[in-house]
């Protein structure tokens, strides 16, 4: 059985006051799917010391150095020491507006993974990609980037998040079936090269999922869980997210 995951993407929110209000809600939240956080820089450490240990604490974004004179950059290692066993690459916020193309995705990618992080990828396509019945086309050169960078078993002990750009933040979710469709074709494609890897990879679907649609999402034969930024804001939502998957 793949484990499943539910994990929040803070995004630039979020303050002290909401790591304890999660960490309050998280202490009943800690079986049969895995609960992960991921606060901005700045709350790590306050996240670290509060949340229950059965929670796992992931940063948004690495650098894909490992030192040296890159202002504003931290690296794996810094997360690592900060508590993170999780964190995100390759939103596609990076990616869009941060100018972060498939080449440095995987750099970072590989960085994360050196240093012992699990690295949760994300992957997805715009709406005119979309449009263009390009979706595959470019979900599958995302992967692609990452296993030429990493190697085949790349996404041994990985995580996998399919956010389609136009899902996100949105309030248009995927339906639970075009979703689905995606990550199918999604594990297919790790299976290509990793076949016992694309088996237990839990791929998560991301874009505007509430307590109110998430059940039916989680329900697909290949969603694992879900990342979660809106409503991951809401410790009350975000635990009902979390109970949905449970049950799905
Ligand atoms: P929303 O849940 O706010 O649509 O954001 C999804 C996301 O980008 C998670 O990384």
Redesign the pocket.
Known sequence: MRRKIIAG?W?MNGDADLVRRIAEHAADAISGAELVVCPPYTLLPTAASHLPTGVGLGAQDVSEYPAGAYTGEVSAAMLLEAGCRYV?VG???RRTLYGEDNARVAAKYAAARGAGLTPIL?VGETLAERDAQRTESVVGEQIDAVLEAVGATAFSDAVI?Y?PVW????GRTAAPEQAQQVHAFIRARVAERDPEGAAVLPILY????KPENAAELFAQEDIDGG?????SLDSEGFLAIHRAAVGG
């Open positions: 993407n995004k995100i939103h596609s916020e994300c998040a956010e899902a996100i933040g949105t991301g874009g505007s999922v990342l979660i930024g809106g409503a």
